[in-house]
């Protein structure tokens, strides 16, 4: 279930199947499979610079809007720099809780990569 701000505003990144496999990832108990965790990472680092990329449009929008708010429809024009700002809160609460999740998913993935390494290293060694 989406997380709601003190605005009301969804934090939509909560129900996104990508966070969903990082959580499933993160909450797997002995040794986790590396390439999907790796997977898992490519497709949260995509995820967050989508995230990014709407931020900016968002942003953008609003300086659009502002910047003739002294023509036109003022009303209208709050409105929708209201909107704007709602969206860009809830993207900021997303790509925060994102990159709260894809920290701890890199130190696993490190933890797999360090353990593949001595698995071969003994593998080398008795051979």
Not at 8 to 18: A, F, H, K, P, Y
Not at 25 to 45: F, K, M, P, V
Not at 74 to 102: F, G, H, P, Y
């Amino acid at each position: 279930m989406p997380l709601r701000s003190a605005r009301g505003t969804r934090c939509l990144v909560q129900s996104d199947s990508v966070v969903q496999a990082i959580e499933t990832l993160l909450n797997a108990r002995g040794n986790s499979d590396l390439a999907a965790i790796e997977r898992t990472l490519t497709d949260g680092y995509a995820k967050a610079l989508s995230l990014e990329a709407e931020r900016w449009r968002i942003q953008r929008r609003i300086g659009e809007v502002a910047s003739t708010l002294g023509r036109g429809d003022v009303a209208a024009k709050t409105k929708e720099i209201v909107s704007l700002a709602q969206r860009l809160e809830a993207a900021d609460r997303d790509l925060i809780a994102l990159r709260n999740l894809l920290g701890p998913l890199r130190g696993r993935a490190d933890a797999a990569r360090a353990g593949a390494a001595r698995a071969g290293a003994a593998r080398a060694a008795t051979a």
